[in-house]
């Protein structure tokens, strides 16, 4: 089995976003891992502290899951996309 610390340096965005698409958990972890310090960031930057931190982690899995799924060829990055998707979340 492929370590996650490995896989979070050596798997590609667009093929863990493929992946996520047909159902694969572990490459969500991954993903999600990788964006975690922006959902910090976020989740501090907007004094959401009425929200608990691990509260507005699985907001954030929950928004990750939508926008990987529904993420194709977009014109702008995907971590753009993402971060954008989460303040309209909030």
């Known amino acids: 089995m492929m370590d996650i610390g490995t896989s979070l340096n050596e798997t590609s965005e667009t093929e863990l ?26 989740w501090y930057q907007f004094h959401l502290t009425g929200t608990g931190l691990d509260d507005w982690q699985q907001e954030a899995a929950l928004v990750l899951y939508h926008v990987a799924c529904n993420y194709y060829d977009q014109p702008v990055k995907f971590c753009w996309y993402f971060r954008q998707a989460l303040m309209n979340r909030i």
């Open 17 to 42: 976003l493929a992946n996520i698409r047909a159902n694969n958990s572990h490459s969500f972890t991954i993903l999600f891992n990788r964006y975690r310090p922006l959902v910090c960031k976020i």
